[in-house]
């Protein structure tokens, strides 16, 4: 029996576990990428591990957040993280350089290697046919540090691409058809395989659109082959010795399949507030429209932001819209701007942002009250976009163009005028804003911005706790620990970003917390669903939240929770859901044991002496880990 690309690379970097059974594997890394927002925290476990140098072939810490400097927050991070990148020997993307994961297409990643990022959009590098996986950033701390990543086993699932796009339908329609059919749960636990005679009519940076929102269906990874196109891109970035052909064994078999037609595709648009919320644009063509933003690490590429130049070329922008757009790179920029492109942008009335997440993030541009605000991002989560009774809608940079010229959701099939750009020979390349590792006496800056890290306490092996919250289905790292402007400059100082954990919930949640001193939440299904912002744990667990039970959880953040000492449980009967108010006392004892035997345990609450029964499906590694207090304490003792 052939084996999968999937197989293939898992094979090449497997340390331990088994690829045909067992629960989880571990992969040695090769390389890392961290952002600022996060990457504060990565870099602080690294060093609190007593780690000196990084063990990768290449780590890269990227600032793409949070580049406003409105106060000394950002700016101290900045240094931090610059001058922890020289000390430790990882490369550092100055602000201003790009988004983490446009840039690491560009100058970093390699076929047939893996990446693990403290980004949840790492796997956009699957467009290079790289096995890249987003994680928390104390995984990535320690896979900097050389020690493996673990990651359940997963399935594949493989997408079988027939035929080619038509014009005004891109690899956005594509990604949106799969979210359409598959839903934003239909990837979790697998790895998304990208295959067919279509996929050569797709070029690195199409691609890499596709993979980018496989983390919107809740896959660990997507990728696709490394072929000409492959050895084309990489060719024009000046690292044609990156490449290697890679791609499945013809009698590979599958978990699962999805087979797509790419000429029957038309122009999509997902609705708020779900990234598969998903329509034809054609159903929803009289909506009047207020804002277009064309950017983000899914649509901020050469090839994208040509075609909304050629689209914006001699033309304006409605009176009644507001046109932002952030190019993914400076590579990006600086072509633009070589070749005239920037020009037919601003002649057009579009507003120029720096290379950055910027609004995708809630960093600016917010959209004006109760707006219909249409975006080439990645998500369209209720709030994200800094207002909460905006509506977001997802669509190709062709869509989002046509809308900002004529003021409504519009077809750009209507336009008339051709979307096909000529694909760069030859990328414009000046690295001189990645700075090279440093020397490893660099002296960290560490100003009042960057906190001692906060460690989580050893698991009880009796816990009383009151239920602080009981939530719904699919809360968000989002709806968790929030971002924005005023909250992610706190990034590095946990005891003042806690503060807002849960704020847009329940804003007294944080003193509430504190009253109580420790607690758990009970939810539904898909907790911890967005985002591999470890905030999410790490804040509730500074402010005493010992467990989480709820139906189920989203992969990345169930991670995080155990990385920092949460217990993540599901229920057997997730009907028993319906038992548990807020305010209840949970009781739970011989925890010890019980979660480092397989198999479910009971528990009971304050008002209901019948037990009930819920598991924990912790390996026997993150049983030790919660019983050492979290990841960073237990990692400390092994080295
Ligand atoms: Fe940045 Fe948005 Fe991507 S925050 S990394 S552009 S998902």
Redesign the pocket.
């Known amino acids: 029996m052939g084996q999968s690309l999937t197989q293939k690379i898992l094979a090449s970097h497997l340390v331990s576990g088994d690829l045909e059974q067992g629960n989880e594997i571990a992969l040695r890394i090769d390389q890392t990428l961290t952002?600022d927002a996060t990457g504060t925290m990565a870099y602080l476990q690294f060093e609190a591990m007593n780690l000196s140098r990084v063990q990768t072939e290449c780590s890269v810490s990227y600032i793409?957040?949070n580049t406003l400097q409105t106060g000394f927050e950002n700016a101290d991070d900045h240094a931090f993280l610059q001058s922890a990148a020289a000390r430790f020997g990882a490369y550092f993307s100055r602000p201003g350089n790009g988004?983490?994961?446009q840039v690491h297409l560009e100058r970093f990643a390699k076929p047939g290697k893996t990446l693990l990022g403290s980004?949840s959009?790492t796997p956009t590098a699957g467009g290079m046919g790289m096995l890249a996986m987003g994680a928390g950033g104390l995984d990535v701390a320690v896979a900097m540090g050389g020690g493996p990543f673990y990651l359940p086993n997963p399935k594949v699932l493989r997408v079988w691409l027939n035929g080619q796009l038509s014009e005004w339908v891109s690899a956005k329609d594509i990604i949106l058809e799969i979210l359409r059919t598959l839903t934003v749960k239909g990837g979790v636990g697998k790895i998304i395989e990208y295959a067919g005679p279509g996929v050569k009519t797709l070029t690195v940076p199409e691609r890499s659109t596709i993979t980018n929102m496989g983390a919107e269906l809740g896959a660990s990874s997507s990728i696709f082959p490394s072929d000409e196109q492959t050895l084309r891109f990489l060719e024009a970035q000046g690292r044609a010795e990156d490449w290697v052909p890679l791609s499945a064994d013809k009698d590979a078999s599958y978990d699962e399949e999805l087979r797509i037609d790419l000429s029957q595709l038309v122009p999509l648009v997902a609705q708020p507030h779900s990234p598969d919320n998903v329509v034809p644009v054609s159903d929803l063509a009289t909506t009047p429209v207020q804002q277009v933003a064309i950017g983000?690490?899914t649509n901020s590429s050469y090839q994208d932001l040509m075609r909304v130049s050629q689209i914006l070329k001699g033309k304006h922008v409605h009176p009644s819209v507001s046109l932002v757009i952030s190019p993914g790179s400076r590579q990006v920029l600086t072509m633009l701007a070589d070749n005239g492109a920037l020009t037919n942008l601003l002649d057009s009335g579009a507003r120029l942002l720096e290379s950055t997440?910027g609004p995708?993030?809630g960093m600016g541009q917010s959209p004006v009250s109760k707006a219909v605000s249409v975006r080439t991002?990645?998500?369209n989560f209720k709030g994200r976009s800094g207002t909460q009774d905006a509506s977001v809608f997802l669509a190709s940079p062709e869509v989002a163009s046509a809308c900002a010229l004529t003021g409504y959701i519009t077809d750009p099939r209507t336009l008339g005028t051709s979307s096909n750009v000529d694909y760069p020979q030859q990328f414009r390349i000046d690295d001189s804003m990645i700075l090279p590792p440093g020397d490893p006496d660099t002296p960290i800056q560490r100003g009042p911005n960057i906190q001692p890290l906060p460690l989580a306490p050893a698991l009880d092996n009796t816990l009383d706790l009151p239920i602080i919250l009981k939530l719904g289905d699919n809360v968000t790292t989002d709806d968790i620990m929030p971002a924005g402007s005023k909250i992610l400059p706190l990034r590095s100082n946990i005891p003042a970003i806690s503060e807002y954990t849960f704020h847009k919930i329940d804003p007294q949640f944080a003193a509430k917390a504190k009253d109580l001193k420790q607690s758990v939440i009970v939810a539904g299904h898909n907790y911890g669903q967005g985002s591999s912002r470890e905030h999410a744990a790490l804040a509730p667990m500074y402010l005493g939240l010992r467990v989480v039970l709820a139906q189920s959880f989203a992969r990345i953040h169930r991670a995080n929770l155990i990385n920092f000492g949460i217990l993540p449980l599901t229920f057997v009967n997730e009907e028993d859901l319906t038992r548990f108010e807020s305010g209840m006392i949970l009781h739970l004892s011989g925890l010890h044991q019980a979660i480092q035997t397989p198999g479910p345990f009971a528990l009971t609450t304050d008002n209901d002496a019948n037990p009930i029964l819920v598991r924990h499906d912790l390996t026997e590694r993150q049983a030790k880990i919660l019983l050492a207090g979290g990841l960073l304490n237990s990692t400390k003792a092994a080295y």
């Open positions: 952002q793409d957040h988004i983490c994961h980004d959009h983000s690490c997440c995708c993030i991002f990645n998500r």
